[in-house]
Structure formats: C-alpha cells, structure tokens
C-alpha cells in the first residue's frame, strides 16, 4: 500500500496489530517488520509531497518566465514607440 497523505498512514496506524509471543509479550520481529511497514509508508508520502512540491515550483518558475517575457516586449513596444 502506498500511502499518498498522512490519512492514510493514520489509518494504517489504527489497523496495526502486533504478534504476541507465548512468553515474553511482543513478537521483536514483528514489531521490526511493522516498523519498516512504517517508515516506506512515510517515505511514499515524503515522496508524493516532494513531487508536488517540485510541480508547483516548475509551474511558478514557467510563470515568472512568461511574465518576464510580456514585461519584455511591453518595454521593447513602448521604447520603440516613444523613442
């Protein structure tokens, strides 16, 4: 499961259930497998956000180029006309 929010993972926090041992409480292995369950949940939320995060500053970046381009031609019209 890849988790794309933190819902996800909270969700998958509730469901979590450990193994327990005869003797001796928790299951150790369990609890390392569940752990590293965790964390790639994490890691594909970090990731999902950090793809976002990237597209949105692409997406600003092509913005702030469009816009410096009619700034452009706008003085380059003006000039050539007044001067």
């Not at 041992?21 to 369990?30: F, N, T, V, Y």
Request: a positive charge; proline letters at 0%.
């Amino acid at each position: 499961m890849a988790s794309k929010n933190l819902e996800d993972i909270a969700a998958l926090l509730k469901g979590l259930r450990f193994r327990k041992k005869l003797i001796g409480g928790i299951d150790e292995a369990d609890v390392w497998r569940q752990m590293e369950l965790i964390h790639r949940e994490y890691q594909s939320v970090l990731n999902v956000q950090q793809e976002r995060s990237k597209a949105l500053l692409e997406e600003r970046d092509a913005q702030i180029e469009l816009l410096k381009s009619q700034l452009a031609a706008a003085g380059t019209a003006r000039g050539g006309a007044n001067g």
